[in-house]
């Protein structure tokens, strides 16, 4: 499906948007700490929250703002309730597909995501009842108010009934479908564990400046950062705007960012680059000095610019989609601060690891890491190559290449001082 051609920034306030998705989570993690819930109830009350936060501050104005510039049409009651049906099969089709994958694949299977939904599935038929009725009535309101009804939900349901159908919207469907399903999957688990870990080793209940207090404060950025990936997979709701308009569809696109998750990253690290496996940290730096203190620090500061990142995406973060342009929050200075700053923070991480090693193993563990963070170079040209078809980018990339943080930090250090 080609990316459409008018600019494509997201509009709104950036500050209050960033701000109901922090208070979202937060209120989502809070909850399931304080109610004492198992990992997988905890999760989905988080995403709960986080999604009702999203639709009350941003979602609702979107859907009225379409509702209000709707266009008439001059079209038979038939004919709609017709193209209504077709899209529920349709629907109906990749729901199927989703449920044949996660019973055969060992990494849907074998994950606690699909196991938790399977053992919680006789006590949500209320709910799944609901989620139906909530479903249909979405569809119709989305198809009022859609300047082209004819979506690719439309053409899955027009394939299946064996009716003419557009090839290029079944497969982008199909590409649509593999991104939430994998990663809807891989985030739900992420997140159950890292509340299993919130419950048995909080940050609050170790002293302050110490490495297991620093350890629970980058758990909780782990578990933040997945709680709002996970809720950015499921709120793709066109009817507010969190819709995915292209997909990444080469093979290049696909293998770098895949290859950072798992099952692939694990297996080919272990196999390959095992550049975490050495001496502890402690074998250089003394823990409680003052080197210890700034040195983790400054991890924790970059894990933060990297939460912070995904905060100012928030209902729209995806990997390999376009779901509209992000020029704020730290994306005003800089394209890539996800990237950047989680490889510096591994950087950060391993140093002390890799010197402890010795000059020899230190220097093989750490190239093993640079060819991690090559790969992340490679994602983000990528990425790059896949949204400089909408001209809205090229202007943000334009922008911040002129004025972003590289750009300013050129220009004062170009500056000469006054005589």
Not at 26 to 38: K, T
Request: charged content about 15%; hydrophobic content about 55%.
């Amino acid at each position: 499906m080609p990316i459409p051609q008018d600019r494509d920034t997201v509009t709104g306030s950036p500050l209050v948007s960033q701000a109901a998705t922090l208070v979202g989570v937060l209120l989502g993690i809070a909850l399931s700490a304080y109610l004492q819930l198992e990992p997988g109830k905890a999760m989905a009350l988080a995403l709960f929250c986080l999604l009702l936060v999203w639709i009350v501050v941003d979602g609702t104005l979107a859907a009225r703002r379409a509702w209000a510039s709707r266009e008439r049409r001059d079209e038979a009651p038939a004919a709609f309730w017709r193209r209504i049906g077709t899209k529920l099969v349709g629907l109906a089709a990749l729901l199927g597909v989703v449920v044949i994958v996660c019973s055969v694949f060992p990494f849907f299977t074998q994950s606690s995501a699909v196991r938790w939904f399977i053992e919680a599935g006789h006590t949500t038929i209320v709910i799944s009842i609901a989620l139906a009725v909530a479903t249909i009535l979405y569809i119709v309101a989305t198809d009022l108010v859609a300047g082209e009804p004819d979506d690719y939900l439309n053409q899955v349901g027009r394939a299946v009934l064996m009716q003419d159908f557009r090839e290029e919207d079944v497969l982008f469907a199909l590409r649509l479908l593999a991104i939430k399903c994998f990663f809807l999957v891989l985030m739900f688990s992420g997140g159950m564990a890292a509340f299993s870990d919130l419950a048995d080793k909080p940050a609050w209940a170790f002293p302050p400046l110490s490495a297991a207090w620093f350890e629970g404060l980058l758990r909780l950025a782990f578990l933040l950062d997945v709680v709002l990936a996970a809720g950015g997979y499921i709120a793709t709701f066109k009817l507010f705007g969190w819709h995915i308009r292209a997909t990444e569809t080469t093979a290049l696109g696909w293998l770098v960012c895949l290859i950072c998750y798992e099952p692939f990253f694990p297996a080919i690290s272990h196999a390959f680059v095992p550049y975490g496996e050495g001496p502890g940290w402690e074998t250089v730096i003394e823990e409680g000095s003052a080197i210890f203190i700034l040195w983790s620090g400054a991890t924790l500061f970059c894990t933060v610019i990297y939460v912070w990142a995904t905060v100012a995406f928030g209902p729209r973060f995806s990997n390999l989609t376009h779901r509209g342009i992000i020029t704020s929050g730290p994306y005003r200075f800089i394209k890539h601060p996800a990237y950047v700053s989680k490889n510096i923070a591994w950087w950060l991480f391993a140093a002390p690891s890799f010197i402890a090693s010795g000059l020899a193993e230190g220097l093989a563990r750490a190239s093993m890491l640079a060819i991690v963070s090559l790969i992340y170079v490679m994602r983000a040209r990528a990425e790059e190559r896949m949204l400089s078809r909408d001209p809205a980018y090229r202007d943000y990339a334009e922008s911040v290449t002129s004025h972003g943080l590289w750009a300013m930090a050129k220009r004062r250090l170009m500056s000469k001082p006054a005589a």
